[in-house]
């Protein structure tokens, strides 16, 4: 028989004024099953707590209902006074007769009878609580970090220097991201290889970062605070540890030479031409080569092997495999970054047939010191220093017929950066901006943009290119000024347009992997636009950098410290505890239709195999992960043959309530 | 003081993070509101299952109001857009069933619209005070108003001369075929019945027993009811289907019920069945005439003859009706139901092993057969099988109280149909319609 206890508040004169406290005590007192019920000036200050903790030793009560404020205000308060008495904290629960009674009715008849109702709904409901324990998830202090880009290497180091293990995960031979392919940098124009080169080096040498780099995360099982991951190694063919990124090997290489190479240089985006064993570019890390075996001779026809004869250190091993890795981490931050849309995609503006028409991506590489061209600007057709360059905003951003919808947030301001920079290199060129609408919202951005207008001499056009097309080895620009209402023509040396910002190819596989949604494009989805922006729904994974959303260099960094500091706090204790709310399965009546796991949000739902004594199946059902449940409650409400149940919020309680209405 | 005029009683189901945070503000704003509305609180809306709403009715709540997070503001991301979903079709249900729409109330109240909380609350109370009680009790009818009652005209039954007699000779060669080739152990097919133009279904085993199967206009019944179950012999099974029989398989896949290489599928082209000396109303206009699963598809099929369905003029009927004599109509149907629950045991996608009907803690229907407990059942029947019955006819046929179960299933279907563009039965690697949601679902109704 149950033995409740109902505590009524009189919150000073706040709820009193208008209910009569006395008078709810009295019929609270009526109610079956409660056992003792008083009123009180004060229930939240020290004599009422102790006033709880005394009637629920001398009458041995089983539940608890406090008819005060908001249980939002004064939950956490009463539940710790109701354990201090020795009662399970789950047992007490609060009527809110303040917030939605006595502060909003005036009628103090009506108001005192509604208290009376709220009571008893809480009353009936609190017979059905049960006692529920918290929690313990333990927490392994290690964690995956997927993605080298600056984003991935900021959360790595962040965390490494927090005092925690971290594994680097990068698919190609080199850290770096696109970070490492741009010249100088917006707004401040520092060099970007300057400024990344260190970081790169440190996470090389620090001694909490493991790198995998030319290795990709194939499996991840588990959950929040316990993920196995499997990682590929790629077999490099170079011994990572015998190498002493001399260079011999790509200097010889026979497929490199220089005239005669056709393996384009993904780094230089095509510009240029690498041999079959190389370095990305010359302050990769690790300093290391590897074999492309696709271009490489030996792997091709089983002649060759020079770069195996000139190594000095004999690290070249064509033998080596592929190696796979399993890790335990405690968190994943996915820093997987974003591609370009290229030029010959987009298909508008020529981009793809005419050589001379580029990618932004592209004029960084024309621009950068370690550059196809040494810095030097020159067109991919035929060397020539372009005089006139015409740059072409939001190509196949904003737009949807062609492009993609989205505005790709960068461009406005790396068009600018292009042409200052271009105006700095050639300074008797003259350089065209063709944009929609400038967007440089940011600290010093849109002065940035005004410089590249009023003191490089960058001539903005707002209207779109109607047309584009070669003659006489240039390019002739069609368009329209739509602000001085004139159409213009312009014949252009180089065309580089500011091609969409794209989710990298295969993010949406490695999202499912995740259970991280994601949008139509691939982006993936944080847990909450505003207040959980680098947290996503699958817990204990995090998210940083352009694979969320288009970003610049210091969102990334921002974002990628925040999910740094959200791992830190994670692993800053041994054991996650976790509210009890959460659901179960009654493994007897589910029949394994998993509708529950396609509503979860959480992905918390796994599948278990019920066997017989002898090992065979019986059935698949329906498990809840209680590490990864948030305790919404949308698989009980889908499960037809009701075999799911939300603790603290289970069918048994709520009909409770319901029936107690309409008493 | 109280009044005398009526007070409603109103349960109000409000999402923890939203709403009630909302109601909290309302509070500490100190706006005054009428004090008709009890709060019951849960984490969020997808947590506020429709048969709530339906348990407060049946427990004398004059009025009901579901409120929660603004869509794309749930704390738990998604709560809300499945929990729209569901109630999309529940209340449309009702209101089939004849509960007064004005009676019940959807919001969207975020935490800072304390305003919009107290507004609605006002106006609830005010749309329910003056709608005044209920006229009846759940289940029980509204007095002084006559059941309507609605007829059919029968549409002749004419299959092609030959055709039935092809088919099932073809069937038979396959059903031997695969037993004595050892493919499957069971062919479950039709037989004749122990009246004269009756099938019922039929068990073999054995090749020698196939020349029992037969094939013809009364072969109405799903055999796919049996698909899911474990056979007496062993080995595979294969089951003749006809292309509605189909659709419900196209179900049981996409509930993981069944996986498609565990069965063979004789697929019988159709010309429609007959029911009661007619054409099976459902088969007059039904354009899935040929299998689309079948391993082998036997025949060619008949077009239909009738360019509408005819019981979309029942249903149209039927909603024309005021609302109590809606619901006068329906508890005539349910009074005579006697819980024998042959409607659940035809039904090919009832396929819990424990119904809620029997579930006795909680209780979520009542158990004995009288109003409050037939209505509760027949209200959960079509709810399970929202978005998921594929009309194939058999609960309706199995009903030894001829209640047309069937109206109220193609009543959601429509609904389905027009809220989702969903057709149950159709795509075996679609997520059914209310285990998934779009952000722009149509949301008229939520205020
Ligand atoms: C033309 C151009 C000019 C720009 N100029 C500027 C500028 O001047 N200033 C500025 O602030 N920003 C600029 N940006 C933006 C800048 O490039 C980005 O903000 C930044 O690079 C984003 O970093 P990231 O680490 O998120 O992504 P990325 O740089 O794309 O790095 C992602 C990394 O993850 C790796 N990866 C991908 N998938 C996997 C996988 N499955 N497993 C393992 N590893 C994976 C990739 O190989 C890559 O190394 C410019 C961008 C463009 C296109
Ligand atoms: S919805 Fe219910 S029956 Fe289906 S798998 Fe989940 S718990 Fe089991
Ligand atoms: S309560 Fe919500 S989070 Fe937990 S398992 Fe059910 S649907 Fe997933």
């Not at chain 1, 010359?282 to 026809?301: G, L, S, T």
């Not at chain 2, 609605?120 to 009818?141: I, N, Q």
């Not at chain 2, 062919?187 to 037969?214: K, M, N």
Request: glycine content about 8%.
């Amino acid at each position: 028989m149950a033995r409740v206890g109902v505590f009524i508040c009189h919150c000073g004169e706040n709820i009193a004024r208008t209910v009569d406290c006395a008078r709810v005590a009295e019929y609270a007192a009526t109610l079956p099953g409660v056992a003792h019920a008083v009123d009180y000036r004060y229930m939240c200050s020290d004599p009422g707590q102790r006033l709880i903790e005394t009637a629920i030793r001398e009458h041995g009560l089983t539940g608890v209902v406090v008819a005060s404020c908001s249980p939002h205000m004064h939950e956490v308060t009463f539940r710790r006074t109701v354990a201090r008495a020795g009662l399970n904290p789950f047992l007490c629960e609060m009527a809110n007769i303040r917030e939605q009674c006595s502060w909003v009715h005036e009628d103090r008849e009506a108001a005192t009878a509604k208290a009376c109702e709220l009571v008893r709904l809480m009353v009936e409901k609190v017979k059905w609580n049960t006692a529920l324990e918290p929690i313990h998830v333990p927490v392994t202090r290690k964690a995956l970090v997927i993605g080298g880009g600056i984003a991935g290497i900021q959360a790595a180091l962040d965390i490494a220097n927090g005092g925690r293990e971290v594994i680097l995960v990068e698919k190609g031979p080199s850290i770096g991201g696109h970070m490492a392919q741009l010249s100088e940098t917006f707004p401040t124009l520092d060099c970007s290889q300057c400024i990344m080169t260190p970081r790169m080096v440190e996470v090389k040498n620090h001694p909490n970062i493991t790198l995998y780099t030319y290795a990709e995360v194939e499996k991840v099982d588990g959950y929040i605070g316990n993920f196995a991951v499997t990682i590929r190694k790629k077999a490099r063919c170079v011994d990572e540890a015998l190498c002493t990124g001399c260079g011999e090997c790509q200097s010889k290489c026979p497929q490199g030479k220089l005239k005669t190479s056709v393996i384009p240089n993904e780094f230089d985006l095509g510009l240029s031409r690498r041999p079959a064993i190389y370095v990305p570019f010359p302050q990769a890390v690790p300093n290391v080569p590897v074999i492309d075996k696709e271009h490489c001779r030996y792997f091709q026809d089983g002649k060759c092997g020079v770069c195996q004869k000139v190594c000095p250190a004999k690290a070249v091993d064509f033998t080596q495999t592929d190696q796979v890795v399993t890790e335990q981490v405690g968190a994943i931050v996915v820093a997987t970054g974003y591609d370009v849309m290229s030029s010959g995609e987009y298909g508008e503006y020529g981009g793809g047939r005419y050589p001379d028409v580029i990618d932004g991506l592209q004029f960084e590489r024309l621009l950068s010191a370690s550059g196809p061209t040494g810095g030097e600007v020159k067109r991919p057709s035929d060397g020539k220093v372009p005089e006139t360059v015409v740059f072409i905003a939001c190509a196949g951003s904003r737009d949807r017929s062609h492009g993609v919808p989205y505005c790709s947030k960068i461009c406005c301001m790396y068009t600018a950066k292009h042409a200052m920079l271009y105006k700095h290199k050639v300074h008797h060129g003259q350089a065209y901006v063709f944009y929609m609408d400038i967007r440089a919202g940011g600290k010093n951005y849109d002065e940035f943009v005004r410089r590249a207008i009023e003191e490089e001499g960058a001539v903005y056009l707002r209207g779109r290119v109607s047309r584009l097309y070669q003659k006489d080895g240039q390019l002739i620009v069609k368009g329209a000024d739509t602000l001085s209402g004139q159409p213009v023509e312009i014949a252009a040396d180089l065309v580089v347009l500011a091609t969409a910002i794209q989710a990298r190819p295969g993010s949406d596989a490695l999202a499912q992997m995740l259970k991280v949604p994601y949008d139509g494009y691939g982006f993936l989805s944080e847990a909450h636009p505003k207040l959980r922006p680098v947290e996503t729904n699958s817990a204990g994974v995090y998210l940083a950098g352009a694979c969320q959303a288009p970003k610049d260099i210091p969102e990334t960094v921002a974002q990628a410290s925040a999910a740094a500091s959200k791992v830190l706090g994670l692993f800053s204790m041994e054991q996650m505890e976790r509210e009890p709310t959460v659901s179960v399965v009654n493994e007897r009546t589910c029949i394994g239709c998993f509708d529950c796991e396609r509503v979860c949000p959480f992905g918390a739902i796994e599948h278990r195999e019920i066997r017989d004594r002898r090992g065979n199946l019986l059935k698949v059902v329906s498990h809840v992960n209680e590490g990864v449940c948030a305790g919404c409650g949308a698989c009980a409400t889908t499960c037809r043959s009701g075999s799911i149940e939300l603790r603290g919020y289970t069918d048994e309680q709520v009909f409770a309530q319901i029936a107690a209405v309409g008493v | 003081m109280m009044s005398d005029t009526f007070e409603p009683k109103i349960v109000a189901f409000v999402c923890n993070w939203c709403t009630y945070t909302g109601a909290d503000l309302a509070g500490t704003s100190r706006m005054q509101y009428p004090a008709n509305v009890r709060i019951i609180k849960l984490p969020c809306t997808g947590r506020i299952s429709p048969l709530f709403i339906m348990k407060a009715l049946e427990q004398g709540a004059d009025g009901v109001l579901v409120s929660g997070c603004h869509p794309g503001d749930c704390h738990y991301t998604a709560g809300n857009y499945h929990a729209r979903r569901k109630y999309t079709i529940f209340r449309e249900m009702l209101h089939f069933l004849g509960v007064e729409p004005e009676r019940l109330f959807f919001s969207w109240v975020s935490a800072a619209e304390g305003r919009k909380w107290a507004d609605l609350v006002a106006e609830v109370t005010d749309t329910v005070r003056r709608l005044g009680p209920r006229r009846s009790a759940w289940g029980e009818p509204v007095e002084g108003i006559a059941a309507p009652r609605l007829s059919a005209n029968p549409v002749p039954f004419e299959a092609p001369a030959g055709t039935f007699a092809a088919q099932a000779e073809a069937m038979r060669e396959k059903a031997k075929a695969l037993l004595a080739g050892g493919e499957v152990g069971t062919v479950i097919g039709y037989e004749q019945g122990t009246l004269p133009g009756t099938a019922r279904p039929a068990f073999v085993s054995t090749p020698e027993e196939v020349d029992r199967l037969v094939w013809n206009e009364h072969c109405h019944q799903n055999l796919a009811v049996y698909a899911a179950r474990k056979p007496a012999k062993p080995g595979k099974v294969a089951l003749v289907v006809k292309p509605c029989d189909e659709r419900s398989l196209v179900g049981l896949l996409q509930e993981n019920r069944l996986a498609r290489e565990d069965v063979v599928l004789i697929g019988m082209a159709c010309h429609g069945v007959q029911s009661e000396g007619a054409l099976a109303p459902r088969c007059a206009a039904c354009q899935t005439r040929t299998p689309a699963l079948a391993d082998p598809v036997i025949g060619e099929a008949t077009p239909p003859t009738a360019t509408a369905d005819p019981r979309l003029e029942q249903i149209a009927r039927i909603e024309q009706m005021a609302p109590a004599e809606r619901w006068n109509f329906w508890q005539g149907h349910f009074s005579r139901c006697l819980k024998c629950y042959a409607c659940r045991a035809a039904c090919s996608l009832c396929t819990c092993e424990r119904c809620l009907a029997e579930k006795a803690q909680p209780r979520w229907i009542p158990a004995p057969p009288d109003g409050a407990g037939n209505l509760s059942w027949h209200a959960v029947r079509a709810w399970h099988l929202a978005g998921r019955c594929v009309d194939c006819g058999a609960c309706s046929a199995a009903c030894p109280a001829d209640i047309p179960l069937y109206l109220l299933n193609l009543k959601l279907a429509q609904v389905v149909k027009d809220a989702f563009d969903y057709e149950a039965g159709r795509d075996p690697a679609a997520a059914p319609p209310l285990t998934t949601y779009r952000e722009d679902d149509a949301q008229e109704f939520i205020r």
